[in-house]
């Protein structure tokens, strides 16, 4: 079998998921394309080392930025690509880009089982019906999925598809490298040059509005008014983006500007020396399919502050609080702030306890656990299509053939 998969621009962390999947799938006697549309985007500059043989790595577009690319030129590459292979099973990263919905459209014409990979949840923004009638018409051309966590599989279930043809697992960094590499920068004697006094808190996250960070500097500032018995943790913004005027604004009505430091968006060999010194993770996102950068954290061993909004927030921040940290609503600045003041004055080793626990929960949830939902899924395709239709698409197409088969059977008979 060989299967196939598609993302916009291959960052480090859709690496560690293809590298573990080619692992599972050779080790079956099957293979892995992994299709990426441009070599760079403007959104997430990753810088990025090709890998060797473990999959067929193929850009569609390798001089090309993502955003510069129209959507039409985006479904002729994709289904050149998928005419030349012929993959039998495919992976679709969701059904809103012009390539995802060619590539669910091309397995629906050739009989191939296609996979969703998604990790959209319902409350990640406010839902028209027209589009979620669009949505549902989209999902009804896939078989099966691989969702990140149970909100998102609550989400897919909401636009059509059975639950028991979604598997778990799609959101996973490479666990190892974050725990290995902060760990050796603890261990440094020059891993804190150049960095705050630790600990501090730390987020990793593009500045953008969802994002929330105004509130999260608001809330920091009334940190810092409220702590009057230890010293003061400083906070560091490690990112960029569109926001960042907004964010320079916050900073400077705070109050507070020399504890804020922003170094900057950080490729993957520079975070881990910040993960490693901070005293605690915080992702105060309004709206947050996963959150990723969670997963780096907390592999990273580090106790973790997560919003309440963020699609991870159960699976890496379980009941009761405390257990690898809290979660908190992002619209309240006040409780966002109890927040800092809980974990900046808790005892150290209650700290490390969570942190440790937080590292023993994401390690359930790597590139192997990724690697297994989609086998999971793909499986569960099949089975899909071994069943009774599926959705009226499915009916008319097998009542096609069935008239199809009988008609040649007349024929032969006479």
């Not at 479904?75 to 030349?84: F, G, I, N, P, T």
């Not at 019906?129 to 999902?139: A, F, G, T």
């Not at 900057?264 to 105060?284: E, K, N, S, V």
């Amino acid at each position: 079998m060989t299967f196939a998969v598609c993302f916009t621009n291959f960052g480090p962390y859709h690496l560690a998921r293809l590298g573990a999947l080619a692992d599972r799938l050779a080790r079956r006697g099957d293979r892995l394309i992994a299709y990426e549309v441009a070599g760079s985007e403007q959104t997430y500059p990753w810088t990025r080392r090709r890998q060797g043989g473990s999959f067929q790595w193929t850009t569609l577009f390798p001089d090309r930025t993502l955003e510069t690319i129209e959507p039409d030129a985006c479904r002729r590459a994709m289904v050149a690509a998928l005419e030349s292979d012929r993959p039998d099973v495919l992976g679709i990263v969701g059904y809103a880009r012009p390539e995802s919905m060619a590539a669910a459209r091309w397995a629906r014409r050739r009989d191939r089982p296609a996979i969703l990979m998604s990790e959209s949840q319902a409350i990640d923004r406010p839902r028209a019906w027209w589009k979620e009638l669009v949505k549902r018409r989209r999902v009804s051309l896939f078989d099966a999925a691989v969702v990140g966590g149970p909100a998102h599989r609550d989400y897919l279930a909401q636009l059509g598809m059975s639950p028991e043809r979604i598997a778990l697992g799609y959101n996973a960094v490479d666990n190892d490298y974050f725990a290995t590499a902060a760990r050796r920068w603890r261990d440094d004697p020059e891993g804190r040059v150049g960095l705050p006094g630790a600990p501090y808190f730390l987020t990793v996250c593009r500045f953008a509005p969802e994002k929330n960070l105004v509130r999260l500097i608001q809330a920091y500032a009334r940190y810092r008014q409220r702590n009057t018995g230890k010293p003061a943790w400083d906070l560091v913004l490690c990112g960029d983006g569109p926001g960042r005027a907004e964010v320079e604004t916050a900073i400077a009505a705070s109050d507070c500007a020399r504890a804020i430091h922003r170094p900057g968006f950080l490729q993957i060999d520079a975070l881990p020396r910040w993960y490693a010194h901070a005293g605690a993770f915080i992702l105060p996102s309004l709206s947050e399919p996963w959150g990723l950068v969670v997963n780096e954290a907390a592999a990273s061993g580090l106790p973790l502050l997560v919003s309440n909004r963020a699609g991870c927030a159960a699976t890496l921040v379980p009941e009761p609080p405390g257990t690898t940290g809290a979660r908190f609503d992002p619209l309240d600045v006040e409780a966002m702030a109890d927040q800092l003041l809980a974990m900046a004055t808790a005892p150290a080793a209650t700290r490390a306890a969570m942190g440790r626990r937080a590292s023993e929960t994401v390690s359930l949830w790597g590139p192997d656990r990724f690697a297994r939902g989609v086998l999971e899924a793909i499986e569960l395709a099949r089975t899909a299509r071994d069943g009774p239709p599926r959705t009226m698409w499915n009916r008319r197409r097998r009542d096609l053939t069935t008239k199809n088969t009988k008609y040649t059977k007349m024929q032969n008979l006479r």
